[in-house]
């Protein structure tokens, strides 16, 4: 798809993040150019300290930057009120991490109805569960499941808002190679059945093959983007 036909969901100009002052200053992002396409796949690729974080922590609103534009659609985000950015999670993110920080004394589907009540309009809570192939474990709490499974509830808590956007923040990092491309057959069939625009971070270099673009991060800046002509099924990723 050639860039005037896409439809641009995020749209970053010279986003910057310094923390700290003076000497004791911190760069994490020096200036990051990003435009995201609705229903696109992007994996952020790089090592640790390079800035991904933080980018996606901006993206998502739960950070601001020091310098810089972002918007999503129409909606300013840069120098945007905590109100603003709050309201903008709620309705139009969903956020997926390393550790799942579910609620243990909560059943799957508990966990994931627990979000429902501040979005406007929800999918039910059943349905989420199903898209994540655990219907069979709905019942159950947290500590009665898999690591895999706990990941897939907490990508169910995610989607259950109908969000624009998913933001997985190294969704596989504490999960073994078969659990961990379970996970991300799961991410993948949201992005696909859903049109979610999905934004995945990792160090494993062969979760890229899966993305519409890929893009390497370095020393707070994108290094370099490549795009899949291809893309490769989660099922068949290999590391």
Request: aromatic share 6%; glycine share 10%.
């Amino acid at each position: 798809m050639k860039d005037a036909d896409r439809e641009w969901v995020l749209r970053a100009r010279g986003l910057t993040k310094v923390y700290g002052s003076g000497s004791a200053a911190v760069h994490a992002l020096r200036g990051v150019d990003l435009e995201v396409a609705r229903s696109e796949f992007i994996v952020l690729l790089g090592p640790s300290g390079s800035g991904k974080s933080t980018l996606l922590n901006i993206l998502g609103g739960l950070d601001v930057a020091s310098d810089g534009e972002l918007r999503f659609g129409d909606l300013v985000l840069s120098g945007a009120g905590d109100d603003v950015l709050t309201a903008y999670r709620r309705r139009y993110v969903g956020f997926v991490f390393q550790f799942y920080n579910l609620i243990p004394s909560l059943t799957v589907l508990e966990n994931v109805a627990l979000v429902t009540d501040i979005v406007d309009d929800p999918m039910p809570a059943d349905e989420a569960v199903a898209l994540v192939d655990l219907t069979p474990r709905r019942d159950h709490f947290p500590a009665q499941l898999s690591g895999g499974e706990q990941q897939r509830v907490a990508i169910a808590r995610a989607i259950v808002k109908r969000p624009q956007l998913l933001l997985c923040d190294e969704p596989t990092g504490a999960l073994d190679y078969q659990t961990g491309k379970l996970v991300l057959e799961v991410i993948e069939r949201i992005n696909r059945e859903l049109g979610t625009t999905a934004i995945v971070i990792t160090h494993n270099a062969a979760i890229a093959g899966m993305a519409d673009r890929v893009l390497h991060f370095g020393d707070g800046r994108i290094q370099r983007i490549e795009s899949n002509e291809r893309k490769v099924a989660p099922s068949a990723l290999s590391w």
